[in-house]
């Protein structure tokens, strides 16, 4: 039998996947009831949306509330669970589930392993990112679970010494990285995470590792 250990959602992304779809069904049953309450109000006794609802039976109104209500909350519930990390370690590799994604990496791979906040940072030979991704599991158990099969653990960023804040005057990296560094900043001062995951990948294959620190970013290049 394959020696296998398994790190998943945390407790809080599992329960509010498990409570979603009943929380957003009781709201759906309950809504005609609270539009009845609306309709006293003189502010809403005239409106299209109520009167609409008044024309159909309130049983099946509600039936039907409660099951898009539910609908919606299992597709909530899904999202959640595509958008937590998700992982298989065993002996020789790791098989990484994110964002209905799957990359494997090889123990042969790895150099070191490390969590940063809520972030686990797992590096490559030459110091690149193979992984930087969030979880809800505490830090013990992931390190309990790397250390048990034998992978490179550290207490801290090995290369925290390396980083250095950039600014737009920084000239050491060449005109390529530091037009996807300046694209990157407005990004994440527009909040758009999801790209700027996207501009720290494409970094990441040009030598650069990119770490935030509110909406400033350091950089370090990788080991030769």
């Not at 809504?31 to 949306?49: A, Q, T, Y």
């Not at 298989?88 to 490390?114: G, M, T, W």
């Not at 158990?141 to 737009?168: A, G």
């Not at 407005?186 to 494409?202: F, T």
């Amino acid at each position: 039998m394959e020696n296998k250990s398994n790190i998943g959602m945390g407790f809080l992304e599992k329960l509010i996947a498990v409570l979603s779809p009943v929380v957003l069904g009781t709201i759906g049953w309950f809504l005609p009831m609270l539009l009845e309450l609306m309709k006293r109000i003189s502010v809403f006794s005239d409106s299209k949306v109520i009167e609409l609802l008044n024309s159909f039976n309130p049983f099946w109104v509600s039936m039907i509330l409660m099951f898009v209500g539910g609908v919606i909350g299992i597709l909530f519930s899904l999202t959640i669970y595509s958008d937590a990390l998700k992982m298989s370690i065993n002996d020789q590799e790791i098989l990484i589930n994110k964002d209905e994604k799957e990359k494997r990496i090889r123990k042969s791979q790895v150099k070191e392993i490390f969590m940063e906040n809520n972030t686990v940072v797992i590096t490559g030979n030459k110091s690149q990112e193979l992984l930087s991704e969030k979880t809800d599991i505490k830090r013990d158990k992931i390190r309990e679970i790397f250390l048990y099969h034998h992978y490179p653990w550290s207490e801290q960023d090995p290369y925290v010494d390396e980083f250095n804040l950039w600014t737009l005057e920084d000239n050491t990296f060449g005109a390529k990285v530091n037009a996807i560094l300046y694209e990157r900043r407005n990004v994440i001062r527009e909040g758009d995470k999801k790209k700027a995951k996207n501009l720290k990948m494409d970094l990441n294959e040009l030598g650069v590792v990119v770490k935030d620190r509110n909406e400033d970013q350091y950089v370090r290049e990788l080991q030769d």
